[in-house]
């Protein structure tokens, strides 16, 4: 299971309506299939809210990291990652993105969202 005690916030640092995005290029899981690494890039979008807060990097990096000897299929880790950044930051939204390397010809792209996502930013990628 990933390490969600590692994860740090702090308070939203403004009162008007602004979007965070943060891209990490070097995300590794394994796949519970074969026990391979599998390679891809989370990007997170959110809106956080008044009452919530804002995700500290380095804990965010030490939670992605957590992941690199987890057996698990792109689907559950891009919804574990938006559930558990959603349970620690409280946003008003918030969109994950992973982006995998491709592996037999096929890549794959796997996008889960909280709250009400605005159309912009829907379908924006890298």
């Known amino acids: 299971m990933p390490d969600t005690t590692v994860l740090e916030t702090f308070p939203t640092p403004a009162n008007k309506p602004f979007v965070i995005e943060h891209i990490a290029d070097e995300f590794t899981s394994l796949c519970p299939v074969t026990g391979h690494p599998d390679f891809g890039t989370v990007i997170l979008r959110y809106c956080p809210s008044a009452d919530g807060g804002c995700v500290e990097l380095k804990s965010l990096k030490l939670y992605y990291q957590s992941f690199r000897a987890e057996g698990i299929f792109y689907e559950a880790v891009t919804n574990q990652i938006r559930d558990d950044l ?25 996008r889960a969202t909280h709250g009400d996502v605005p159309a912009e930013w829907v379908s924006v990628d890298r």
């Open 86 to 110: 959603v349970a620690a930051m409280k946003p008003a939204w918030l969109q994950v993105v992973t982006d995998w390397k491709g592996r037999g010809g096929i890549r794959s792209v796997i």
